[in-house]
């Protein structure tokens, strides 16, 4: 489970790292979710995060962390599909409205997230000898 987290916090990461560069870029990714199966895949998602830091948390550098990250994020996933799509849709842009410079303030908090949660579930290097 720890490569599954691994792999998915080094994608929020990315995608993180891309809101900040280029935060209209992120628009084309967002586009993705804004449909009824993309809220589904959405919800998805977050549920295998979440559970994948529980599960991955007794190995990690931060357990109660990534216990308490997981299920916040699991009980996101849960409400996800709850939230519509037209919500999500003026959420979306209720957020473009502000411009760039303030879709980068959410694009650095899931940067900054998703390196700590990599780091945390990164494997530990062994010392030689």
Do not use: N
Request: glycine share 10%.
């Amino acid at each position: 489970m720890r490569i599954v987290a691994f792999t998915i916090s080094a994608a929020v990461a990315v995608l993180g790292g891309l809101g900040i560069v280029a935060p209209t870029a992120l628009l084309s990714v967002a586009d993705v979710f804004l449909t009824s199966q993309g809220l589904w895949l959405a919800a998805a998602l977050r549920i295998v995060l979440g559970s994948a830091l529980v599960l991955a948390a007794s190995g990690s550098r931060f357990p109660r962390a990534l216990r308490v990250i997981g299920v916040v994020i699991v009980v996101a996933g849960i409400a996800t599909p709850l939230i519509g799509v037209e919500r999500a849709r003026a959420m979306v842009e209720w957020e473009t409205a502000r411009g760039p410079a303030a879709m980068r303030i959410p694009a650095a908090f899931a940067l900054a997230m998703g390196l700590f949660l990599a780091y945390a579930t990164a494997p530990r290097r062994h010392p030689l000898g």
